[in-house]
């Protein structure tokens, strides 16, 4: 059974950086997709930015440049580095992962094993 547990959440002021890390356990080889999502109060789940098995990423637009999702292959982990937070990117992120991608990387139909969820709250 797969299982994604997230950790690194937390509260930080506007212009500070958090780094969310992703764990993965249950597969049993390497060709996995994975990605961040966030949820906002009131919103639809958004997807943030992936990594596929091969190495191929996508990022939002919203946070292009300020955003890095990262993998260590070794320990099955996976990382989104936050710089440059702002109050907009409040909300409730949750780690996504797939062995087989069959839609947009960034879209929640892509992804058939989701983590729990953590909070991310940025104030100004």
């Known amino acids: 059974q797969v299982q994604l547990v997230e950790s690194g959440g937390g509260s930080v002021q506007a212009g500070g950086s958090l780094r969310l890390s992703c764990a993965a356990s249950?597969?049993?080889?390497?060709?996995?997709?994975m990605a961040w999502f966030r949820q906002a109060p009131g919103k639809e789940r958004e997807g943030v930015a992936s990594?596929?098995?091969?190495?191929?990423?996508f990022t939002a637009d919203s946070v292009k440049g300020r955003f890095t999702i990262s993998k260590d292959t070794a320990k099955n982990i996976l990382y989104l580095q936050m710089n440059d937070l702002k109050p907009e990117d409040t909300a409730t992120y949750y780690c996504?992962?797939?062995?087989?991608?069959?839609?947009?990387?960034?879209?929640?139909?892509?992804?058939?094993?989701w983590g729990q969820g953590i909070q991310v709250s940025v104030s100004s």
């Open positions: 996504a992962a797939t062995d087989f991608l069959g839609a947009h990387p960034l879209t929640r139909a892509a992804y058939n094993t």
């Open positions: 249950g597969y049993r080889h390497s060709r996995y997709s």
């Open positions: 990594l596929d098995w091969n190495g191929g990423s």
